[in-house]
T-cell receptor, first 110, second 116 residues
Framework: LAKTTQPISMDSYEGQEVNITCSHN???????ITWYQQFPSQGPRFIIQ???TKVTNEVASLFIPADRKSSTLSLPRVSLSDTAVYYC???????????FGKGTRLHILP | DVKVTQSSRYLVKRTGEKVFLECVQD?????MFWYRQDPGLGLRLIYF???????EKGDIPEGYSVSREKKERFSLILESASTNQTSMYLC???????????????FGEGSWLTVV
């Protein structure tokens, strides 16, 4: 499994765009990048997944440069309810053993 | 709606007790997982099962065992609970080979275990 590195924590204010970057220097050709969100006292839940370039859904955007050695989760106009831990996961199709890193604790301020 | 159900939300057990944490999923997933989560340490994989009666150790299996007698049910067992096993335990399930190609891993709500 490719090792991932994320900032331990980030603060931002309501209404701002937040970008969380994940480094995965040894990503393999068949690896996908997936982001999960975890609220306090709950299990993580899927946010977004991508392989290359840009992916957008109703919650977030995921930017992946051509070399795929990093990825950036972008949350537009955050609110207090976006305060959570965000995990970046890199794993190949067919890899069943799922290892999470420590995630990024995002704190949104009023 | 998909569902992973953990039997106990909050438990308090004494040191040395045998503890069972039960997890049931209704999605017919082959793969099931047990993680523990502690402040500052993120999610750590304890055990993983890819089929009935099959299991594989995760990063921190010491002090734990698991049981998968039926596809939908995955149990975590603490043979002799200790205070350093006080934690939140999360069960999850996923389809094989699909967690990175569109499908996803689904988590339960978590079980808070306190060992005194």
């Amino acid at each position: 499994l490719a090792k991932t590195t994320q900032p331990i924590s980030m603060d931002s204010y309501e209404g701002q765009e937040v970008n969380i970057t994940c480094s995965h220097n040894n990503i393999a050709t068949n690896d996908y990048i997936t982001w999960y969100q975890q609220f306090p006292s709950q299990g993580p839940r899927f946010i977004i997944q991508g392989y290359k370039t840009k992916v957008t859904n109703e919650v977030a955007s995921l930017f992946i440069p051509a070399d795929r050695k990093s990825s950036t989760l972008s949350l537009p106009r955050v609110s207090l309810s976006d305060t959570a831990v965000y995990y970046c996961l890199v794993a190949p199709t067919g890899d069943d053993k799922i290892i999470f890193g420590k995630g990024t604790r995002l704190h949104i301020l009023p | 709606d998909v569902k992973v159900t953990q039997s106990s939300r909050y438990l308090v057990k004494r040191t040395g007790e045998k503890v069972f944490l039960e997890c049931v999923q209704d999605m017919d997933h082959e793969n099931m997982f047990w993680y523990r989560q502690d402040p500052g340490l993120g999610l750590r994989l304890i055990y993983f099962s890819y089929d009935v009666k099959m299991k594989e150790k995760g990063d921190i299996p010491e002090g734990y065992s698991v049981s998968r007698e039926k596809k939908e049910r995955f149990s975590l067992i603490l043979e002799s609970a200790s205070t350093n096993q006080t934690s939140m335990y999360l069960c999850a399930s996923a389809s094989p080979g699909r967690t990175s190609s569109g499908n996803t891993i689904y988590f339960g709500e978590g079980s808070w275990l306190t060992v005194v």
